[in-house]
């Protein structure tokens, strides 16, 4: 499928995992999501608070449109946008921050962590990335409990949130 058949339809530079496709936001969109242009391939609920505040700073982060940027979440089966997930690119000495966001219509579902599952190790095809990092606030358990699904491990806990990390699988071993 090209992405000409339809804005939900999988495009080369998607990710793909068994209920999801994680696909580039466009400027389009950014700007649809800005101007609160509703689109027929949106879930009722979103966007969501944080997916209008991405949208609003692809202006100041062109790279944020890149292939390590940041994606909506498209549920497979009724080819609905239903959040977004995103590296803050570029990474710092190897570390990329990752973040992400699912309608409430959508969450309990495991979506959260199986589009962060996918877009970390997909971070990792990138030669300058060897950590992927998430910060969770302490009063947020059900984001905790995602990272975790994910595979991430906690690194350190400050005063109000909790700091996770997941290492390059091949750095790992050694």
């Known amino acids: 499928m090209s992405s000409s058949s339809s804005p939900s339809s999988p495009t080369h530079a998607d990710l793909i995992t ?4 994680l696909r580039p936001w466009t400027m389009r969109e950014a700007t649809a999501v800005l101007d609160g242009i509703r689109s027929t391939h949106w879930a009722d609920d979103f966007p969501a608070e944080g997916d209008r505040v991405i949208a609003g700073l692809f202006d100041q982060r062109p790279a944020w449109l890149g292939p390590y940027g940041h994606r909506l979440v498209i549920e497979r089966e009724t080819g609905l946008v ?3 997930i995103g590296l803050f ?3 710092g000495d190897g570390v990329l921050e990752i973040g992400y966001g699912v309608v409430a219509s ?3 579902r495991g979506y959260a962590a199986e589009a ?6 997909f971070a990792f095809t990138s030669a300058d990335v060897h950590t992927v990092s998430a910060t969770v606030e302490l009063s947020n358990p059900p984001s905790v409990r995602v990272l975790e699904k994910a595979g991430f491990r906690r ?12 290492g390059r699988p091949d750095l790992e071993r050694r």
């Open 18 to 21: 068994k209920r999801l496709v």
């Open 116 to 121: 962060t599952r996918a877009l970390a190790e």
């Open 82 to 84: 239903v959040g977004s």
């Open 89 to 91: 690119w570029p990474p």
């Open 106 to 108: 959508r969450r309990g």
């Open 155 to 166: 690194w350190t806990t400050q005063e109000n949130a909790v700091l996770f990390r997941l």
